[in-house]
């Protein structure tokens, strides 16, 4: 019996999944290393958390993965293991087997996401230490949107830089892969939906017939919605200001944006939604109108791209178990057809809409995407 593992290994944290390998595969274990690189902490789904060595790295985090996962699954055979891999460039709108080219491909690509590629090659590289034998595949979280249409791709710069790659992205594709296949099963009359992925890092998309014609997000993981801790669609005059009047060099500019903004800059407190929902702080509450602001803000652009909406699904940890924030989001958009039951959303419920819009909260599940790849190339 093969199995499948998968891994996203991201700045500081080495999520995993075991799967037996089925046509749908079937998840044995799961959970997560955090802190990476500082205390570090195993703790597996369901069980308690263990401390690892301080200043465990990668490949330290996955070898601990693995002594639990040999405790706990003896017999699992390890076939396949699938990457989530932030970035797949311009060109590669399907997941990969990794190649020693590839890699090398991969890691060009770096400059494109120097928070995050390097981070999941890394867990890459342990992967293919601990399991020789076993094939390596990649997910792409830009993968979903390569078939947007050139005018969601492009930035009006000269066209030179579009041919170098200096384009729209798009990220969170195997979130959005997981919904839209969940869309498709659930309420397959939906065609114009609009996926809202809030969480630490947050997005929006626009599916057009289960596929992305638009994303929140452009170049870099930095665009669209404000986030936890980044800053979302930002002007890039302020970029100019921030290195010419404020002298700030380009790696303290990459820790403001990615780091030390969104809602935890704007709050000064937390970029947790959980404490900002319980503060009164003026600042928190700023940084909550800020938040909701921009998602309605990009729902109306979303549904205009689409030429209306049929279906709005929330997910990702605040969108999956927020109420008051999609109250928010949904108050007053009645005139795109959404409106929502109290009760029904409240209690996070699958479908919360009253309305001609169907509303969902739909947990979403980017470990699943990755084993049906890995079951696809095995098959292949
Ligand atoms: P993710 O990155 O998808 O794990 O989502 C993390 C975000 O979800 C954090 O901002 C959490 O505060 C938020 N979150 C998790 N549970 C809740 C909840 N019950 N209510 C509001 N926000 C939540």
């Known amino acids: 019996m093969s199995h499948i593992l998968t891994v996203n290994a991201g700045s500081s944290s080495l999520k995993y999944a075991l799967y037996r390998a089925k046509a749908e595969p079937v998840v044995l274990a799961q959970g997560k290393v955090g802190r990476i690189g500082g205390a570090a902490q195993l703790t597996p789904a369901g069980g308690p958390a263990r401390d690892l060595p301080p ?32 970035h797949g460039g311009p060109d590669y709108a399907a997941p990969v087997e990794l190649t020693p080219k590839v890699i090398a491909q991969l890691e060009g690509f770096a400059p494109y996401a120097p928070l995050h590629q390097p981070h999941n090659l890394a867990g890459v590289r342990a992967a293919m230490a601990a399991f020789p034998q076993a094939r390596q595949i990649a997910c792409f979280d830009t ?14 710069l000269p066209r030179r830089f ?32 609009v996926v809202a992925h809030l969480g630490n890092g947050a997005s929006m998309c626009a599916l057009r017939d289960g596929r992305s014609v638009a ?8 665009d669209g919605l404000p986030m936890g801790t980044r ?41 947790d939604m959980r404490e900002l929902q319980a503060s009164d702080d003026p600042r928190a509450v700023e940084a909550l ?41 949904c108050a007053g958009m009645d005139w795109l057809g959404i409106a929502v ?14 309305g001609p ?22 098959d292949a």
């Not at 039951?341 to 419920?349: G, I, K, L, M, V």
């Open 55 to 86: 200043g465990t790295d990668h490949a330290g985090a996955l070898a601990a993965v693995l002594a639990e996962l040999s405790e706990s699954h003896p017999d699992a055979q390890v076939t396949v293991v699938g990457h989530r891999v932030v």
């Open 143 to 156: 993968a979903f949107h390569r078939g947007h249409p050139f005018v969601n791709d492009t930035f009006a």
């Open 162 to 193: 579009y041919d170098k790659g200096v384009r729209r992205y798009g990220f969170h594709g195997l979130s959005y892969d997981y919904i839209a296949g969940e869309v498709a099963r659930r309420a397959p009359a939906l065609s114009r939906v």
């Open 215 to 222: 994303s929140t997000m452009g170049f870099s993981a930095l």
């Open 231 to 271: 800053c979302g669609q930002l002007d890039p005059g302020v970029v100019l200001y921030l290195m010419q009047q404020e002298g700030m060099d380009a790696d303290q500019i990459s820790d403001l944006l990615y780091t030390e903004s969104g809602l935890k800059g704007m709050s000064g407190l937390s970029n």
């Open 289 to 329: 109108d800020y938040f909701v602001f921009r998602i309605r803000r990009e729902l109306g652009a979303m549904a205009a791209v689409l030429g209306g909406i049929d279906g709005l699904v929330f997910c990702g940890g605040i969108g999956e178990n927020s109420a008051p924030v999609r109250a928010r989001v």
């Open 341 to 354: 039951s109290d009760t029904a959303n409240d209690a996070n419920a699958p479908v919360i809409s009253t």
């Open 357 to 378: 819009v169907q509303v969902m909260v739909i947990p979403t599940n980017e470990e699943i995407v990755i084993a049906r790849a890995a079951v696809a190339l095995a």
